[in-house]
């Protein structure tokens, strides 16, 4: 029985076995090194083979046990100290634990029901999602995006709460009120989109609306950063480079850099206060001691080697080495995103925008194609991004591991359109 049998719960694809790691390089068994310009699933910030995060995580599960999550640990504390006087905005000096993006969101829109409960406003139960959108694949978190392939099948077990367009305003404040504001918790946003629009980002104008009518309704925003925090877009979060501050921020992914499986939400001091008196349920692993340890290692490394910065830098690169290679392709219709998060939109026609038949699975095609030449990109597409890839390395990337991701994604695009 081969590997991806003995491993794989349903039939189908899967990737090489891979046995390790080294900075920007994942080392297959067959002796291949893949570039991982994907992060993974824009994961990995910090390279592979950090034998300092490896430690950090033995000295803490040699140091103890299992603590319940309401507990503090001095790690629990220490991480919580990192994020709040380095990384969280001002007056956020509140944070908890999870164990991944998917519990985060999860957790932000229970946090937002009970926030409105508390206040005396139990009618309020209702998030708003932006189309297209991901949140995660909890069952609250697909009922709060917009990701029609991710969703599809589920529908029955998803409360439907109200969707607007991801960057027309008029549109999106005329949903608003037809829902009647005193029925919704919160407004849900990733600052740039990921998996379901490949860094899709509204203009300035939508987020002040946005903005606007949640201050003047108290619906909470909740901004996902789970791929576009700690650093990803060349800032700390994704929201710095949009004119609107959450009341509620959650990430994962970054946070633990590939190493420990680990979640944040934070909210502001005046949402904490207004929750002193409720009832609030944590996962059962949440805040582990050895995740914590492997977070707040994964955080130092980003400052004290200021990969946040980098990673503004070395964007700056990805993007001209793009725009010279696929700023004129036949099939590519958007090159977009900030810092090391870029999205490649595929279409049939660059001149009409017109996408490539769903039969045709491009994105698929493309992504297996780069693999095949020992480069991983993480696809992306839903609702109006028919298809679409995205790349996000490690922030350690160097400049010629940058040309060589941008020449296998050209070579493959085009491998693969010319036979459609």
């Known amino acids: 029985m081969s590997d991806a049998d003995r491993y794989q719960f349903l039939p189908g694809g899967t990737g090489p076995t891979i046995v390790g790691g080294d900075g920007c390089w994942l080392l297959a068994e067959d002796g291949r090194r893949i570039l991982d310009a994907a992060g993974g699933a824009m994961v990995g910030n910090v390279g592979y083979g950090r034998r300092e995060v490896a430690d950090a995580v033995h000295a803490a599960m040699t140091g103890g046990g299992y603590v319940i999550p309401l507990w503090p640990t001095p790690t629990r504390l220490a991480l919580r100290d990192e994020l709040v006087e380095h990384w969280l905005p001002d007056g956020m000096g509140n944070v908890f634990f999870t164990s991944g993006g998917s519990e985060s969101a999860d957790s932000a829109l229970r946090l937002a029901v009970a926030y409105q409960a508390a206040k005396g406003r139990s009618q309020r139960w209702k998030v708003v999602g932006r189309h297209p959108s991901y949140h995660g694949i909890t069952v609250g978190a697909l009922a709060a995006g917009s990701h029609d392939r991710r969703r599809a099948g589920y529908e029955p077990l998803l409360v439907e709460h109200p969707k607007v367009p991801w960057d027309d305003a008029e549109a999106a404040l005329k949903v608003i009120e037809r829902e009647d504001p005193d029925t919704i918790a919160a407004f849900?946003?990733?600052?740039?989109?990921?998996?379901?629009?490949?860094?899709?980002?509204?203009?300035?104008?939508?987020?002040?609306?946005?903005?606007?009518?949640?201050?003047?309704?108290?619906?909470?925003?909740?901004?996902?950063?789970?791929?576009?925090?700690?650093?990803?877009?060349?800032?700390?979060?994704?929201?710095?480079?949009?004119?609107?501050?959450?009341?509620?921020?959650?990430?994962?992914?970054?946070?633990g850099g590939g190493y420990v499986a680990i979640g944040m939400v934070a909210a502001t001091d005046t949402v904490v206060e207004t929750l002193r008196a409720s009832a609030f349920m944590y996962f059962t692993f949440t805040g582990n001691d050895a995740a914590c340890a492997g977070a707040l290692a994964v955080l130092r490394i980003l400052r004290n080697e200021r990969l946040v910065e980098r990673s503004a830098t070395m964007g700056d690169v990805l993007a001209a080495r793009l725009a010279d290679a696929l700023g004129d392709h036949a099939h590519v219709g958007d090159l977009r995103g900030r810092g090391l998060f870029r999205g490649i939109e595929l279409v049939a026609d660059r001149a009409t925008g017109t996408p490539f038949p769903a039969r045709a699975g491009v994105t698929a095609a493309v992504v297996r194609e780069c693999?095949?030449?020992?480069?991983?990109?993480?696809?992306?597409?839903?609702?109006?991004?028919?298809?679409?890839?995205?790349?996000?390395?490690?922030?350690?990337?160097?400049?010629?591991?940058?040309?060589?991701?941008?020449?296998?994604?050209?070579?493959?695009i085009t491998a693969v359109t010319s036979t459609i």
């Not at 480069?375 to 990337?397: F, H, T």
């Open 371 to 412: 693999l095949a030449r020992d480069v991983w990109v993480y696809p992306a597409g839903s609702g109006p991004v028919r298809d679409a890839i995205m790349l996000g390395p490690p922030l350690v990337i160097e400049d010629s591991e940058l040309e060589l991701a941008v020449d296998t994604v050209t070579g493959a």
């Open 188 to 255: 849900f946003f990733e600052p740039i989109t990921g998996a379901s629009g490949a860094c899709l980002e509204a203009g300035a104008a939508y987020w002040q609306a946005i903005e606007d009518v949640c201050r003047r309704h108290d619906i909470l925003l909740v901004a996902d950063e789970v791929m576009t925090g700690f650093g990803r877009t060349g800032r700390r979060w994704g929201h710095d480079h949009l004119p609107v501050r959450p009341d509620v921020l959650y990430g994962g992914k970054g946070l």
